[in-house]
């Protein structure tokens, strides 16, 4: 007999055939059932859903709050409700009985979200139940969890509460380790070799790409100065702090101009020793970088040794591949001291005045905190640390940072220990120990985490410290990778792009309504947010739909209005269509760009509500329209210039391959305040590459203002434009790359004219300003001009001396 003729029922037989099914492919199984089971709960809690807010939730909220797996993971749009669906997935577990509100943890990273999650619950679930929730930040939490162990709950550091006094406090470090001997020595090896990451010259495509590697970075000497190179500002730094006195740049003692050639400026001149330094950029095998004309470079060479050959003055040489080879500064000791030049390291004293002044203190103390807060967030140890930093592609100077920052957090941490006080991440990290080790049993069964994206690896690991603590507890985490915009706090977006590696097996839903934005804002938004592959991709959708673009670019040419007039003309015009009166949210990515004209601001304007943020602080909110202000290029343009430090790489958990990844998260939660309109300004110079990219990247956006006239590219360096100068000393119009000092590249005004830019145009040149015809030089890419010769007029060429091209004015072309 067969075992389904054993068996006595139909029953019986389908309990076994379900079973086998389990057993062959438990996945799906499971899959069917959770389906069936939301299915169901969307039908039986549909009145609850339908009331538990002031308006019905959707269906894509109500499925959120449905699924019910062991994990959950929520990917919320700017504006969708994820307040709404976390409140209601509190009322929820507890209306269905599925959870006691003491078993509710709502974990919220600020206190103003706590508070006004408290308030939500009291509000749509009653007091008796909100009551009974517990909501809390993590750093409260952890407080609590450390105080019902050891009975006493620890004191919070001042610095841990307030970002001023947490600088200022590392500040007065990295002085005092200047003061010290020993470490004094690590710190000036920092700020001398290390204080950018190095690229060579040959691995870029043109100078532009170099300029700008160097502009990104801040490279400038310890005295100010903008020097051409990484590695002319390494010996600038090593014969400042040595106390040998030089010139950078200064014109030879010999006349060597010509009518054609500048006076000839060797980059450095030891006046006190009659000593010349010229640093030539070349390898090993001699060659230069690709893009460098090298015949030419190594003619120039030659000419400069022939000067000072000829002239009786002393040349000392050094070249890149030195760098390469990390013997640039121990050879240049050698050669200095060949010629009787002593080193005499200046005072510390003086060293910390000049950092101060030339402004590297802050920058290097900013760099302290943020790698501070990301090493006791992450829980690294300086071992795994060194074994990062030696796999760290900037290997060498991830080892001369970790050898300056290990004594800074050492004094910091004693700080906090003679104060008898812990900073947040001691907190969280005391509280997880605690839990890891049994010392605390989480009674909650159900942890609800909102704006997950701002989430650190220490406080993940409590995280789950409290979930491995409670047999059968579950986890409901809210977040928007696309608003990660903390780093420098300590957040990492990769805890939530790794949710499955750090808290197993989960159920993803997704909030991709909009109730804010308009179509034509979100979609924009979307665009710009996902250039950036490694974001979570989700399909956004909106509830308001407008006709007229959403998002409004304007550009500072030489219009009558400034731009911020004329957004907020268009703004009152726009609003005047609704009703009336509108918010009007100003916005920028720097504290100093606050308009200080806010009160005239406000009469001018009586119908629109003004008010101001950094972009930071506008997280959360919205307004009718936005105006995002600064969007220009520059060290504090937007995006940011100052780039962040790779080194942040050894202590981050992953580490951000696309270029200003945060800075376009943080564009983006600038424009999605808006729900009506948002307007970005470049209103205080060149347009930013973010704007650029608006402009020219196939987005919905609307262009005003009166943009400038399209500019020529530098054809030296390729990423600088031409741009319109006047010698001071002879009055005559010429044409300067907007790269300069670091590219010297000029091109002479029109001969018609004598004030436009000749641009190319077929065979002949074509004036930009006057359109008058001139001829090509037929050896180059030069134009040719009437010159005075020994024999009268002539026609020559733009790029002489370089090129030497003449033609006698009767062959002129017709």
């Given at each position: 007999m067969h075992w389904p003729e054993a068996l006595s029922s139909t029953e019986e037989v389908q309990l076994l055939q379900d079973a086998l099914s389990f057993l062959e492919a438990p996945d799906d199984t499971r899959t069917k059932a959770n389906a069936a089971f939301v299915a169901n709960e969307l039908v039986r809690s549909r009145k609850f859903f339908d009331t538990v807010e002031a308006r019905p939730l959707t269906e894509e909220q109500r499925r959120a709050v449905a699924v019910d797996d062991r994990r959950n993971l929520v990917v919320a749009a700017a504006g969708s409700g994820k307040t709404s669906v976390i409140v209601a997935k509190a009322g929820w577990l507890v209306q269905r009985g599925y959870r006691k509100p003491s078993e509710l943890l709502l974990l919220a990273f600020a206190r103003d979200a706590c508070k006004e999650m408290e308030e939500r619950l009291g509000k749509r679930l009653g007091n008796a139940v909100a009551g009974a929730v517990t909501v809390r930040t993590f750093h409260s939490l952890g407080m609590a969890i450390i105080g019902e162990v050891e009975g006493k709950r620890p004191t919070l550091a001042a610095a841990a509460e307030n970002d001023r006094k947490f600088f200022d406090l590392l500040k007065g470090i990295v002085a005092g380790l200047l003061a010290d001997h020993r470490l004094s020595v690590v710190l000036r090896e920092w700020f001398q070799n290390e204080f950018a990451p190095y690229k060579s010259e040959h691995e870029f495509k043109h100078w532009g790409e170099y300029y700008a590697y160097i502009r990104k970075f801040g490279i400038r000497s310890l005295k100010g100065e903008a020097v051409r190179s990484f590695e002319e500002c390494e010996i600038a730094n090593f014969l400042y702090l040595n106390g040998v006195a030089y010139e950078y740049e200064a014109p030879y003692e010999h006349e060597m101009a010509t009518s054609e050639k500048r006076q000839y400026?060797?980059?450095?001149?030891?006046?006190?020793?009659?000593?010349?330094?010229?640093?030539?950029?070349i390898n090993a095998a001699g060659n230069t970088a690709s893009f460098v004309d090298e015949k030419e470079y190594l003619r120039g060479m030659e000419w400069k040794r022939n000067v000072h050959a000829e002239r009786g003055t002393t040349l000392i040489e050094t070249f890149s591949h030195e760098h390469t080879d990390g013997r640039l500064l121990r050879n240049l000791e050698e050669k200095l001291a060949t010629h009787g030049v002593t080193l005499s390291p200046i005072p510390h004293e003086e060293i910390f005045m000049t950092l101060k002044r030339e402004g590297r203190i802050n920058?290097?103390?900013?760099?302290?905190?943020?790698?501070?807060?990301?090493?006791?967030?992450?829980?690294?140890?300086?071992?795994?640390?060194?074994?990062?930093?030696?796999?760290?592609?900037?290997?060498?100077?991830?080892?001369?940072?970790?050898?300056?920052?290990?004594?800074?957090?050492?004094?910091?941490?004693?700080?906090?220990?003679?104060?008898?006080?812990?900073?947040?991440?001691?907190?969280?990290?005391?509280?997880?120990?605690?839990?890891?080790?049994?010392?605390?049993?989480?009674?909650?069964?159900?942890?609800?985490?909102?704006?997950?994206?701002?989430?650190?690896?220490?406080?993940?690991?409590l995280l789950k410290a409290l979930l491995d603590s409670s047999q059968g507890s579950q986890l409901f985490a809210v977040g928007d990778d696309w608003q990660a915009i903390y780093r420098f706090g300590g957040s990492d977006i990769a805890v939530m792009r790794e949710f499955g590696y750090r808290f197993g097996a989960f159920a993803r839903s997704d909030l991709a309504t909009t109730f804010r934005c308009a179509d034509r804002i979100a979609s924009v938004a979307t665009d710009f947010v996902l250039r950036n592959p490694e974001q979570i991709r989700k399909a956004v959708r909106t509830t308001r739909k407008a006709k007229l673009p959403g998002v409004h670019v304007g550009l500072l040419g030489e219009q009558e209005l400034p731009l911020l007039k004329e957004a907020l003309e268009r703004i009152a015009e726009d609003a005047s269509r609704h009703d009336g009166m509108a918010d009007v949210l100003l916005l920028s990515r720097y504290r100093h760009l606050r308009p200080r004209n806010m009160s005239v601001l406000q009469k001018q304007y009586p119908s629109l509500r003004f008010d101001w943020k950094t972009i930071h602080r506008s997280k959360g909110l919205e307004a009718d329209y936005v105006v995002v202000i600064g969007l220009c290029s520059g060290k504090y343009g937007f995006p940011a210039e100052i780039a962040d430090d790779p080194l942040l790489d050894l202590v981050l958990s992953a580490a951000e391959d696309h270029p200003n990844a945060e800075e376009r998260r943080l564009l983006y939660v600038a424009i999605t305040r808006a729900r009506r309109q948002a307007f970005l300004l470049a209103d205080s110079g060149p347009p930013s590459e973010f704007v650029t990219e608006l402009l020219n990247g196939g987005y919905d956006v609307e262009v005003f203002g009166r943009p400038p006239e399209a500019e020529t590219s530098c054809p030296r360096c390729i990423d600088g434009f031409l741009r319109r100068r006047e010698n001071a000393r002879h009055g005559h119009v010429f044409y300067g790359c907007s790269n300069y000092p670091l590219c010297e590249h000029t091109e002479r005004a029109c001969p018609l004219c004598t004030t436009g830019l000749p641009l190319r145009s077929g065979e002949r040149y074509l004036c930009r300003d006057c359109g008058g015809m001139i001829d090509c030089c037929p050896d180059c890419d030069g134009w040719l001009g009437t010159r005075m010769g020994r024999y009268g007029r002539f026609l020559g060429c733009s790029n002489y001396p370089d090129c030497n091209y003449t033609r006698n004015l009767r062959h002129r072309k017709g």
């Open positions: 400026k060797p980059d450095f001149h030891l006046p006190e020793h009659g000593i010349y330094i010229e640093h030539f950029g920058p290097f103390t900013q760099l302290v905190a943020t790698f501070l807060q990301h090493f006791k967030g992450s829980r690294l140890s300086f071992p795994a640390l060194a074994e990062r930093a030696g796999a760290h592609r900037h290997r060498e100077r991830s080892r001369a940072f970790l050898a300056v920052f290990q004594p800074i957090f050492e004094r910091y941490q004693e700080t906090l220990a003679r104060s008898g006080e812990i900073d947040f991440h001691d907190m969280i990290n005391r509280a997880t120990d605690l839990v890891e080790a049994g010392r605390y049993r989480s009674p909650f069964r159900y942890i609800l985490v909102d704006e997950f994206q701002d989430i650190s690896p220490a406080r993940a690991r």
